[in-house]
Nanobody
């Protein structure tokens, strides 16, 4: 059963913006939600997370460019990505955790940034 569904990926040019969405198909309001990404040939890496109270933490590689947010009323988590770079090209995944281990994962959405 798919519980997390990402959307919003696409092909953009360097410097452009994209907003990814993660629709949660059950209540995740108590969970910490996060975005990860995986580039071809590389390991999956953490991008950003937001806890139930709205506190956020971003990877150094995206600080100042990406913003994670959540709308619990809409059961959706967002990743606003600005000033995109070719090295941001990856499949982006949404994930959820209660106790620290990310137990729930979406199927990913492809983001491609051309130079």
């Amino acid at each position: 059963q798919v519980l997390l569904l990402e959307s919003g990926g696409g092909l953009v040019q360097a410097g452009d913006s994209l907003r990814l969405s993660c629709a949660t198909l059950r209540t995740f309001s108590s969970h910490t939600m996060a975005w990860f990404r995986q580039s071809q040939g590389k390991e999956r890496e953490f991008v950003a997370r937001i806890n139930w109270g709205g506190s956020t933490y971003d990877a150094d590689s995206v600080k100042g460019r990406f913003t994670i947010s959540r709308d619990n009323a809409k059961s959706t988590v967002y990743l606003q990505m600005n000033s995109l770079k070719p090295e941001d090209t990856a499949v982006y995944y949404c994930a959820a955790t209660i106790l620290g281990t990310y137990d729930y994962w979406g199927q990913g959405t492809q983001v491609t940034v051309s130079s």
